[in-house]
């Protein structure tokens, strides 16, 4: 199994991204997906999740509200779009098949003026 995240970069405070994570296993639909991110300074922390079928979502209170979390099935990905960014929201973002070890090589986020 491996995961791809694409998407990152740096950004304006208020400003948007949207992270992308492929998928290349044919049985991405039996994973529940999750985002999660890091920084130095702290543990990495689950940011969203989202069912095996995509219609129950979960979110930290960091992030509820401004991130949104999706899956398209058919092509074995998972995405984050990012609306109204601050600057803790600054981390690695890594993409995750919840509770296994599949991650992927994470992408810097980095929101700043």
């Known amino acids: 199994v491996q995961l791809a995240e694409s998407g990152g970069g740096a950004v304006q405070p208020g400003g948007s991204l949207r992270l992308s994570c492929a998928a290349s296993?044919?049985?991405?639909?039996?994973?529940?997906m999750s985002w999660w991110r890091q920084t130095p300074e702290k543990a990495r922390e689950l940011v969203a999740v989202i069912s095996r079928g995509g219609d129950d979502t979960e979110y930290s209170d960091d992030v509820k509200g401004r991130f949104t979390i999706s899956r398209d099935n058919n092509n074995n990905t998972v995405t984050l779009i990012m609306n109204n960014l601050n600057p803790d929201d600054t981390a690695v973002y890594y993409c995750n098949a919840l509770r296994t070890d599949y991650w992927g090589q994470g992408t810097q986020v980095t929101v700043s003026s």
């Open positions: 296993v044919f049985t991405f639909s039996k994973f529940p």
